[in-house]
Nanobody, 123 residues
Framework: QVQLVESGGGLVQAGGSLRLSCAAS????????MGWFRQAPGKERELLAG????????YYTDSVKGRFTISRDNAKNTVYLQMSSLKPEDTAVYYC????????????????WGQGTQVTVSS
């Protein structure tokens, strides 16, 4: 079973940038589409972005389109989320997950959540 470990979170000022990483165990990483989610206190987990197995297709929810970029390096078994123009409302725990089916746009397609990494954006 693939295990996912997120890193790269931290405290940043509004307008700043962060890059999150998600490292996957195992040799089947390239078999899965990947996604990034976040969950703020008192809110449901939100799908932010998805990327296909090859990296050739991406999906973004409207709230992060133009500010966040998802990418992957299959040689390193890692998926990234580059975040820029951060806002206080981006404060949340960020998670990565995988999609066995390869579909990107539906929350229920994803599984194997990592433990998350905290992102805090100060105003």
């Amino acid at each position: 079973q693939v295990q996912l470990v997120e890193s790269g979170g931290g405290l940043v000022q509004a307008g700043g940038s962060l890059r999150l990483s998600c490292a996957a165990s195992g040799r089947t990483f390239s078999s899965y589409a990947m996604g990034w989610f976040r969950q703020a206190p008192g809110k449901e987990r939100e799908l932010l972005a998805g990327i296909s197995r090859s990296g050739g297709t991406t999906y973004y929810t409207d709230s992060v389109k133009g500010r966040f970029t998802i990418s992957r390096d299959n040689a390193k078994n890692t998926v990234y989320l580059q975040m820029s123009s951060l806002k206080p409302e981006d404060t949340a725990v960020y998670y990565c997950a995988l999609s066995v089916t390869g579909r990107l746009t539906f929350h229920y397609e994803y599984s194997n959540w990592g433990q998350g990494t905290q992102v805090t954006v100060s105003s």
